[in-house]
């Protein structure tokens, strides 16, 4: 291929990020808003979703479960599968496969089609989570690959602040099926903006000591990747347990209207943003404490809003505390992945994706046990268990993290990013 082609230009090769290239990360950080948008929406309209199905809140929270087994399997397998196609070329497919999942979950008329919305909603989730935080480091000069990768897991934090809220309310007005209706138009329009505003990115080249091309190289092994997605399975299995319930535990216990619901999942998002970019500060120079210290607050939360959440009051400050821990999550155990295998960054996201993603899928349907056979406070008592498990795991856990100054992380990893044209 030409050396002049386009598809070398990325920006990993780069001395400085031009607004051009800063525009397509922010293309990709919408995508990835609007894939946990779409993820995350049944948590806001779950009550009038299950009416409208005609099941139980406990069946429709089982949605989530379904989407994520779903892109557990996908997201993993998306990198070794792909080969030297166009990682452009397969974010867009991604997201129309996302957005006939919205369309379907929209039309859907019962538990059967409402689940087979989820399966294809989860291939499509699968393919845009499980590349975005790798593509992000190819798109900008290295210098600026960390805030990169921050900034489109920033987009996971922001569907909590904006997302979930705007669709709950959009749901409150319009119907709960008009807001998946919507996202399945926004998703449609970000495919094409994806084909625009990101260049050709083919596989990755040789990564250096590795054993051949990056896409496919054995999946990352080791003492403090382990760790890590043991920690982070543990901490998302107990936070998705309680969250996917959170609207019936406002409006049951602590008796809250759907006005005020909304205002405090707005709350939370707010909160999670917050979260989500300072610990994406301190992950880059101590992943393994910001993650634990994450995991503790979110087990303080909990805990919270198990002993007093009957009352107003601290119901509101537990949710609060909630998406300022959880909010961090995602983008610091992604630094702690990338930093612990930096040369094998597309493995080791999909590799955490679908672990992330399957522990959605497990807090989900553990969730809907327990709410559905003892009730919101036990759940609150077990997520808070979880949470301590893995709070112990990452205290405990043996395997050193490079940090940000040894070369590990995002960084590191960019710059042996290039593509494979230029091999």
């Known amino acids: 291929m030409d050396?002049?082609?386009?598809?070398?230009?990325?920006?990993?090769?780069?001395t400085r990020t031009t607004a051009g290239q800063w525009a397509s990360v922010g293309v990709l950080s919408t995508s990835t808003f609007v894939v946990v948008t779409s993820e995350m929406l049944p948590v806001g309209v779950l009550t009038p979703m299950a009416d409208g199905l005609g099941v139980s809140p406990g069946t429709a929270g089982f949605s989530l479960g379904v989407t994520?087994?779903?892109?557990?399997?996908?997201?993993?397998?998306?990198?070794r599968l792909l080969g030297a196609l166009d990682r452009r070329a397969v974010?867009?497919?991604?997201?129309?496969?996302?957005?006939?999942?919205?369309?379907?979950?929209?039309?859907?008329?019962?538990s059967a089609s409402l689940f087979l919305s989820r399966v294809v909603l989860g291939v499509g989730?699968?393919?845009?989570?499980?590349?975005?935080?790798?593509?992000?480091?190819?798109?900008?000069?290295?210098?600026?690959?960390?805030?990169?990768?921050?900034?489109?897991?920033?987009?996971?934090?922001?569907?909590?602040?904006?997302?979930?809220?705007?669709?709950t309310l959009v749901g409150d007005g319009l119907g709960w099926r008009a807001a998946f209706a919507?996202?399945?138009?926004?998703?449609?329009?970000?495919?094409?903006?994806?084909?625009?505003?990101?260049?050709?990115?083919?596989?990755?080249?040789?990564?250096?000591?590795?054993?051949?091309?990056?896409?496919?190289?054995?999946?990352?092994?080791?003492?403090?990747?382990?760790?890590?997605?043991?920690?982070?399975?543990f901490l998302v299995t107990g936070h998705f347990a309680a969250y996917t319930y959170v609207r019936p535990l406002l409006e049951e216990r602590t008796g809250l209207g759907q006005g005020t619901v909304a205002l405090v999942l707005l709350l939370y998002g707010v909160f999670g943003l917050v979260g989500n970019f300072a610990a994406g500060a301190l992950a880059a120079r101590r992943a393994r404490a910001t993650v634990v210290g994450l995991a503790a607050g979110v087990c303080g939360a909990l805990a919270l809003l198990a002993l007093l959440g009957a009352a107003a009051g601290p119901a509101v400050a537990g949710v609060a505390l909630w998406g300022l821990a959880y909010g961090g999550v995602s983008v610091a155990g992604q630094i702690w992945m990338t930093q612990a295998a930096p040369h094998r960054v597309e493995q080791i996201t999909g590799l955490y994706v679908g672990v992330f993603t399957g522990a959605i899928a497990l807090g989900a349907?553990?969730?809907g046990v327990v709410v559905e056979g003892a009730g919101i406070t036990p759940l609150l008592w077990s997520a808070t268990a979880l949470a301590a498990v893995s709070v112990a795991v990452g205290v405990l856990g043996r395997g050193a993290v490079p940090g940000a100054r040894a070369g590990g992380g995002p960084v590191a990893a960019s710059r042996d990013a290039r593509d494979g044209a230029a091999a």
Do not use: H, I, K, Y
């Not at 082609?5 to 780069?14: I, L």
């Not at 990564?207 to 080791?222: D, I, N, T, V, W």
């Open 125 to 167: 989730m699968g393919g845009v989570w499980g590349l975005a935080a790798a593509v992000a480091a190819r798109l900008v000069a290295a210098r600026d690959a960390a805030l990169a990768v921050s900034a489109t897991v920033g987009g996971v934090a922001a569907a909590s602040v904006a997302g979930v809220p705007l669709g």
């Open 68 to 79: 994520g087994v779903v892109t557990a399997v996908a997201a993993p397998a998306v990198p």
């Open 3 to 14: 050396a002049q082609a386009p598809v070398q230009r990325t920006g990993s090769e780069a």
């Open 365 to 367: 349907f553990l969730g």
């Open 91 to 110: 974010l867009a497919v991604a997201m129309l496969v996302l957005a006939a999942g919205n369309a379907l979950t929209a039309s859907a008329q019962g």
């Open 182 to 233: 919507s996202l399945a138009a926004v998703s449609v329009v970000l495919a094409a903006g994806l084909v625009a505003a990101l260049p050709r990115l083919p596989r990755p080249a040789v990564s250096p000591g590795g054993e051949g091309p990056a896409g496919g190289a054995p999946l990352p092994r080791g003492a403090a990747v382990a760790a890590g997605l043991v920690a982070v399975a």
